[in-house]
């Protein structure tokens, strides 16, 4: 239950949330909110991942 959950929620970051990587964005350069958005990615595909 839980890892559909998070694999609906990586889909809809997916779609509804910009790509960093493919701006190139520099992450010493990034902004708290583009860090935080970065790790929020990362933990719901892990989460759906794992």
């Given at each position: 239950m839980?890892k559909?959950?998070?694999?609906?929620?990586?889909?809809?970051?997916?779609?509804?949330?910009?790509?960093?990587?493919?701006?190139?964005?520099d992450?010493?350069?990034?902004?708290?909110?583009?860090?935080?958005?970065?790790?929020?990615?990362?933990?719901?595909?892990?989460?759906?991942?794992?």
């Amino acid at each position: 239950m839980e890892k559909a959950f998070f694999t609906g929620m990586a889909r809809l970051n997916k779609w509804l949330l910009p790509s960093l990587s493919k701006k190139q964005l520099d992450l010493s350069k990034a902004s708290k909110w583009q860090l935080a958005l970065i790790g929020w990615r990362y933990y719901v595909t892990s989460r759906a991942l794992g």
